[in-house]
């Protein structure tokens, strides 16, 4: 089982910027198709981008296309996506996920998740 551990949350304005991370100090994220999903306040968790294990392939929820890019730097055993032009709206709490086997857009997809970071946009 990995663990996995989200930074780079905060408050940001709107129409600004932030880098999400996501690690692992126990486990080779090489070896995981990894996600990044959020859930807002009173809403359901859902998915906003997710990158396969080379990197080769991205996927991306058509609302964040353009703006976000997700990455992997196997050799620094982590993740990032990079979010840009952010609307208020977007404030939720961000979760990595990883799965051995599995890439896609679902959340069933993933097997392991991490704690979540806060990302607050103020308009």
């Known amino acids: 089982q990995v663990q996995l551990v989200e930074s780079g949350g905060g408050l940001v304005q709107a129409g600004g910027s932030l880098t999400l991370s996501c690690s692992s100090s126990d486990s080779p994220l090489s070896m995981y198709a990894l996600g990044w999903f959020r859930q807002a306040p009173g809403k359901e968790r859902e998915f906003v981008s997710a990158v396969s294990w080379s990197g080769g392939q991205t996927f991306y929820e058509d609302s964040v296309k353009g703006r976000f890019t997700i990455s992997r730097d196997n050799a620094k055993n982590t993740m990032y996506l990079q979010m840009s032009s952010l609307k208020s709206e977007e404030t939720a709490v961000y979760y990595c996920?990883?799965?051995?086997?599995?890439?896609?857009?679902?959340?069933?997809?993933?097997?392991?998740w991490g704690q979540g970071t806060q990302v607050t946009v103020s308009s």
């Open positions: 996920a990883a799965d051995l086997s599995r890439v896609g857009v679902s959340s069933n997809y993933f097997d392991y």
